[in-house]
């Protein structure tokens, strides 16, 4: 009916936001900058959790700790062995996601709860190792690490940002619609069902989780040469809280939700930043009240009033 | 000596995460942030009231099977039957009492007044502080109690029968919703009890509670989801490993072994010992 007027609206808000993010730098001031570049990462993190938690059903509680993984592998090698950054990232982005593969293929024959108990050891195990091994990583006192560019620009860094996520965002989203992203959803939905037309269910979750992992990792790296300095909190469990509330209340298993959570509550916590070191509460309390009594999140409210952005 | 003491403890504080697996199916992630809580009723009743340690304690116990009477109403009972909901819920939990516990006790450790300050003298030089052997022993005694509790009463008949199977339980006119209403209650109060019974010797920070999850998972996986000597069993064997695994190797990296022997178990044996899995 108003497919056509509907259409044109998307792609004018589209053009709209990709404009805006294209001339961000042209007006924001350097703190602005770094918020967004801050909100690309979170926007990176909770997209590629969202696809193990939204699309096939299991929670990995590593999330975090593959991007510190990811930062920590890239800014070992860039250190040591004066290694070009870009070769380091990627390294440390496949370091990421091969410990992701391999913990997926131990606990995902058993099911999603023990991936769920096996990760939240492993993040924790993680962030114990990096603070011991003070003589590599430099513990709590924090690693210093080479950034990317030899001029630092916070622009350069930003429009680096934006292209990656962008890049991952559109893929994820071409991933999701494809075959496999059916696969994915019917091994969420009905685990039974899927085997039984052919799917290879575990092949599958693992697949989702290790996809996720290297997303995570390359997040993590790409982090750790913008902010220069990486300590073991960026594996945190307060961290993985963050990518998860972002994604819960933006929007668990819809593209929009986790991007829009993760830069809505980015600046929301800057706000709060200045009244006290409450975000966590707060983004407690709400992501609580909205998987109890809004389970899709921001993004569902949104599709209840037939409002679809993608 | 001591991991047998730690394994007592361990298998305490394993005892909650197990029952509301077994019952509810359920994994709470927020056992831990209860295990503090009860810590820091009974740090308060005890110190700020000036109530008997002792006393303290059963009023901590009592108020936090409150607390876990009310979580289970408000929270846990709308994700029955969706694992991934109910993990998700009481992880953002486990955080949120974090942050309440950090706000409102602040970041420092607190103590509840020892039972008792003394240590033992065993043959030759070998000295144990008496309050550890306090906790252990009392917290093989909590064990034992919900043991025969879960295995003697009707009440804890009527908790396996809704762990085996809630259909036929509630075809029996059990009334499974008030079953697993009390069995969180019971579980959360059983966290605040290994608080209680630890802090004197292991004071705790609003951050605390994160370690005993994992070692309860440890353990539970274990053991296997839902048996209760089960949780002795791995309780005692983590316990040991544990203490050997810090002796002969390293101290800083004694979580790292619970961690090796989860990942040992889920290799070899993945139905826990007692051959049970969610």
Request: charged share 10%; aromatic share 12%.
């Amino acid at each position: 009916m108003a497919t056509k007027s509907k259409r044109s609206i998307k792609w004018l808000i589209g053009i709209s936001i990709a404009l805006a993010a294209l001339l961000l730098p042209k007006f924001a001031s350097d703190y602005g900058i770094h918020i967004a570049i801050i909100s690309l990462f979170y926007v990176l993190m909770s997209s590629s959790w969202n696809l193990v938690a939204g699309f096939t059903g299991q929670v990995s509680f590593a999330h975090a700790a593959f991007a510190a993984i990811g930062a920590y592998a890239s800014s070992l090698m860039a250190i040591h062995y004066n290694l070009p950054i870009p070769l380091t990232i990627v390294f440390g982005t496949c370091i990421a996601g091969t410990l992701g593969h391999v913990l997926g293929r131990l606990c995902l024959p058993l099911g999603g709860t023990y991936l769920s108990l096996v990760t939240l050891s492993f993040a924790e195990i993680l962030r114990i190792v990096i603070t011991n091994e003070d003589q590599w990583t430099r513990g709590t006192m924090g690693l210093q690490v080479p950034g990317i560019f030899r001029d630092y620009s916070k622009t350069k860094y930003y429009l680096l940002f934006l292209a990656i996520t962008v890049f991952a965002v559109l893929g994820l989203n071409l991933l999701i619609r494809s075959r496999m992203g059916l696969r994915f959803r019917a091994v969420m939905d009905d685990e039974i069902a899927a085997a039984s037309v052919g799917v290879h269910t575990t092949n599958i979750r693992v697949l989702a989780f290790t996809l996720s992992s290297l997303i995570a990792g390359l997040a993590g790296a790409l982090y750790g040469h913008y902010a220069m300095l990486i300590s073991p909190d960026i594996g945190s469990l307060a961290q993985m809280f963050l990518i998860l509330a972002m994604t819960m209340i933006g929007g668990l298993g819809s593209i929009e939700g986790p991007i829009f959570g993760a830069i809505l509550l980015e600046v929301l916590s800057e706000q709060i930043r200045s009244f006290g070191e409450y975000h966590l509460l707060v983004f407690g309390v709400i992501s609580l009240l909205i998987v109890r009594f809004a389970p899709q999140g921001l993004a569902g409210l949104l599709r209840r009033q037939r409002w679809k952005l993608f | 000596m001591n991991g047998l003491v730690m394994g007592a403890i361990y298998a305490l504080s394993a005892a909650g995460v197990s029952l509301v697996a077994g019952v509810m199916r359920v994994i709470n992630f927020s056992h831990g942030e209860f295990y503090i809580l009860g810590a820091y009723f009974s740090y308060y009743f005890s110190v700020s009231l000036g109530l008997n340690p002792v006393l303290a304690a059963v009023v901590a116990m009592g108020f936090l099977f409150l607390i876990g009477l009310f979580i289970e109403r408000t929270l846990i009972r709308s994700t029955y039957g969706q694992p991934m909901q109910s993990m998700i819920i009481t992880f953002i939990l486990s955080i949120v009492l974090q942050n309440i516990a950090l706000i409102s006790f602040g970041p420092y450790p607190k103590k509840p007044p020892a039972f008792s300050e003394d240590s033992v003298h065993f043959i030759g030089d070998f000295n144990y502080g008496i309050q550890r052997l306090i906790a252990g022993s009392s917290s093989l005694f909590l064990f034992c109690l919900f043991y025969l509790f879960i295995k003697k009463t009707r009440f804890g008949l009527k908790i396996r029968a809704v762990a085996q199977d809630p259909q036929m339980a509630e075809a029996v006119g059990i009334h499974s919703k008030r079953i697993r209403l009390v069995s969180f209650g019971l579980a959360v109060a059983l966290a605040g009890a290994a608080g209680v019974v630890l802090s004197p010797t292991f004071p705790v920070v609003p951050t605390s509670g994160e370690p005993l999850t994992l070692s309860a998972f440890v353990v539970i996986v274990f053991g296997g989801m839902g048996s209760i000597r089960g949780c002795l069993m791995g309780g005692l064997l983590l316990g040991l490993a544990e203490n050997f695994g810090s002796a002969y190797i390293s101290t800083m990296y004694s979580q790292v072994f619970g961690f090796i022997l989860l990942i040992g178990i889920i290799l070899f044996r993945p139905t826990g010992i007692y051959g049970n899995k969610i």
